[in-house]
């Protein structure tokens, strides 16, 4: 069973602080990772893509992958209320099988 | 412009009924999926279509009909649904490939209810 875990959380940071979520597979061949923001109620929208080891920044948000521990993370620098939303990280193991983690909550006290 | 679009935005339905969820993107992509979502889990995949050919079926029940009628638009067919079947059904697209090409694109969604 391929496999995507992540901390459902929720996170809670108060405003202005750095917010780290983590995620790990199992499928040591998986190429393409991605972050994405879900609001409640709503679609997830797509925060980063990575596909390389190392960081990956755009904007507040840095997108890290270690395919060697087989881990990836999002950073959320400056987090604001409006950050506060369920993250799903998602690994593709073919062209189309996107395999979702169950989601980290994140909360942003004022 | 990474736009998706679904039709309709809430649809409630009882268990006799037959209804279709429309889909549409024009962004060029030759990759379309159908997705479920239940409250507080991920998204699972029911169908992939690429080039307008079905390529993934999840095993979904026969109720839910995927249609791709050309390469901007995908259906679903909706009949003799289940009370259990009300969840949240996305929609995505994207290219075809790897290596920075399979980014998925998803739209804002139809709330089905089946009563």
């Known amino acids: 069973q391929k496999e995507v875990e992540q901390n459902s959380g929720p996170l809670s940071v108060p405003e202005g602080a750095i917010a780290s979520l983590n995620c790990t597979y199992s499928?040591?061949?998986?190429?393409?990772f991605f972050w994405y923001r879900q609001y409640s109620g709503k679609s997830p929208e797509l925060i980063m893509s990575i596909y390389s080891n190392g960081d990956k920044e755009d904007g507040r948000f840095t997108a890290q992958l270690n395919k060697a521990s087989q881990y990836v993370s999002l950073l959320i620098r400056d987090s604001q209320p409006s950050d506060s939303a369920t993250y799903l990280c998602?690994?593709?193991?073919?062209?189309?099988?996107?395999?979702f983690g169950s989601g980290t909550r994140l909360l942003v006290r004022p | 412009d990474t736009e998706v679009t679904q039709t309709p935005k809430h649809l409630v339905m009882g268990m006799t009924n037959k209804k279709s969820l429309k889909c549409e993107q024009h962004?060029?992509?030759?990759?379309m999926y159908w997705y479920k979502q239940k409250a507080k889990k991920p998204p699972e995949l029911m169908f992939v279509?690429?080039?307008?050919?079905?390529?993934i079926n999840e095993s979904v029940p026969s109720r839910f009909s995927p249609e791709c009628p050309n390469s901007s638009l995908l259906n679903l067919h909706l009949h003799a649904l289940q009370p259990e079947d009300s969840a949240l059904y996305l929609c995505?697209?994207?290219?075809?490939?790897?290596?920075?090409?399979?980014?998925?694109?998803f739209g804002p969604g139809t709330r089905l209810t089946v009563l």
């Open positions: 995505a697209s994207s290219q075809v490939g790897q290596g920075g090409t399979d980014t998925q694109y």
């Open positions: 279509y690429s080039y307008e050919k079905l390529s």
């Open positions: 962004m060029g992509h030759r990759a």
């Open positions: 499928d040591r061949g998986s190429q393409s």
């Open positions: 998602a690994v593709n193991l073919s062209s189309y099988k996107l395999i």
